[in-house]
């Protein structure tokens, strides 16, 4: 595991941590939802896949398995990657402190940390907007205090290695991400 590489990327709902996972899988890198984990157990509960419910089992997953629970639900999955051959692995969605520590403590200096953001109306009207799971903006607002006082969302954000400013146009993004990727020869 000393050689593999995890970018994983932290953000508020809607600052854009889909664009930058669809750019950097195109590289030929895999990668893992650590929020897939909550809709999959909202499904597997036979529950509709919505932001009541998403919030609900995110919650009640980390009441009864700790505030690292989805990192540590991901690592198997990242550990498979690897096995598979995977030498970078990108993991979509950090979202507490605790999940942060886990990412540093397994994999040190071979996670990089990367903070995705831009400006409150540009991811609100991006989350009303997105064809899956769309937003309102009470609900968007619900999410972000959610994430922000019951996730301890904030830590990893400003602890980031890096932050990607997404409030200009795709190829502004994709230049921040490329010039992160060559401080780690990771073009």
């Known amino acids: ?22 750019y950097l899988e195109k590289k030929g890198w895999p990668s893992v939802y650590l929020g897939g984990i909550t809709v999959d157990e909202v499904k597997r509960r036979g529950l509709e896949v919505n932001e009541i419910n998403e919030k609900m089992v995110r919650e009640e997953l980390r009441a009864a398995e700790g505030m690292d629970v989805m990192a540590k639900r991901i690592l198997p999955k990242i550990d ?12 979509d969605g950090i979202y507490s402190w605790a999940e942060y520590k ?12 990367i903070a995705v953001a831009c400006a409150r109306q540009i991811r609100h009207e991006r989350l009303r907007n997105r064809p899956v799971r769309p937003l309102s903006d ?17 830590g990893p954000i400003a602890n980031a290695d890096f ?20 401080t780690h020869n990771l073009n």
């Open 80 to 91: 498979a990657l690897v096995t598979e051959g995977a030498h970078t692995v990108i993991a």
């Open 138 to 154: 009470e609900e968007a607002t619900a999410r972000e205090y959610a994430e922000i006082e019951n996730s301890e969302k904030g």
């Open 102 to 113: 886990v990412f540093k403590e397994r994999f040190g200096q071979n996670v990089v940390i």
């Open 1 to 22: 595991m000393n050689d593999v590489v995890v970018i994983a990327l932290v953000g508020m709902p809607g600052a854009g941590k889909g664009l930058c996972v669809d």
């Open 163 to 182: 932050t990607v400013l997404n409030d200009g146009s795709q190829d502004e993004t994709y230049a921040q991400l490329e010039a992160i990727l060559r």
